[in-house]
């Protein structure tokens, strides 16, 4: 697609928003809708277009590009306007489950246009720079290529297959483990906090210094789990790590601190442990993790 090419964005929240004035930004003819109309007002005042209607938006441009609050809305949205989005390349890239992004896919391919599911990697503030990126996945790979460079202003645009649900696989994955981090953080803050570390002190002086020296470790703990051997030989035992972590833990109580954030993570270790692999490297735990799904 050329510079030039046309694209509607369903859906004004703060990153809608920030997805319309990309676009803007790069100088593509931009048409907008919200359910509320007046959020439209800055980027009217930047120069897209304001739809009236979800249909009018969707049959203004060859691109649709739906970013709003979860599935049900998505459907309840363009269920009633169906018939319009024939024949275009639609871009959901509203957050949700892998199954809602199959079975999305799924309508529409009845409908007959081409359908791909993304992953903002970002927050609305740095969409378009360098720090962004989006993860693409579905059956509408042709549409993807045509509009790669449409997609390249948001942030890097990353293809990672042809089913539907991987991009939101993908993307839900990544932000657990940002979740899993930023909680640990959040404990870690509060217990030093009991006697009257600041935390941005502590946080610019150690705790990211710290944390961004430990996630060199990933790498290696992802091998052990691709090939299945945990023995130890960079970090100490996970019996040994086991009793260490319980200090963590009885640190926290003493200083009126819940455990709720560690509690699960000593359950872990606990079971590995209990099973009769206390020689195994920390990564073993994901071994009881595959084994406690339903």
Not at 81 to 95: E, P
Not at 263 to 283: E, I, K, N, T, Y
Request: proline share 3%; aromatic share 6%.
């Amino acid at each position: 697609m050329a510079d030039t090419t046309a694209v509607t964005v369903l859906g004004l929240g703060n990153m809608g928003a920030a997805l319309a004035d990309a676009f803007l930004a790069a100088g593509h003819s931009t048409t907008v809708w919200n359910r509320t109309a007046d959020k439209a007002d800055p980027l009217v005042g930047k120069g897209a277009r304001r739809a009236a209607t979800v249909e009018e938006a969707v049959r203004a441009s060859p691109v649709v590009v739906v970013c709003l609050l979860d599935y049900d809305a998505v459907h309840e949205v363009l269920d009633p306007v169906g018939g319009a989005l024939r024949g275009r390349a639609v871009f959901n890239l509203t957050n949700g489950t892998p199954r809602q992004a199959r079975d999305t896919a799924g309508w529409a391919g009845k409908l007959g246009c081409e359908y791909v599911d993304g992953g903002i990697m970002a927050v609305p503030q740095i969409i378009g720079s360098e720090s962004a990126f989006v993860l693409y996945s579905g059956p509408g790979k042709a549409a993807f290529e045509a509009g790669r460079e449409l997609l390249g202003v948001l942030g890097a645009a990353r293809f990672v297959g042809d089913d539907a649900g991987l991009a939101s696989l993908l993307d839900l994955a990544l932000n657990g483990a940002m979740y899993g981090l930023l909680g640990g953080a959040m404990h870690a803050i509060a217990v030093v906090g009991t006697e009257g570390v600041k935390a941005q002190d502590f946080s610019a002086e150690l705790l990211v210094p710290y944390l961004t020296s430990m996630t060199g470790i990933i790498p290696h703990f992802a091998r052990q789990i691709d090939t299945g051997e945990y023995q130890v030989d960079v970090v100490a035992a996970l019996g040994m790590q086991q009793v260490g972590y319980r200090n963590i833990r009885r640190a926290s109580l003493d200083q009126g601190i819940s455990t709720d954030l560690l509690d699960p993570m000593q359950s872990l270790m606990d079971r590995r442990v209990a099973d009769g692999f206390a020689d195994d490297d920390f990564s073993a735990v994901a071994e009881v993790l595959k084994n406690s799904g339903t």
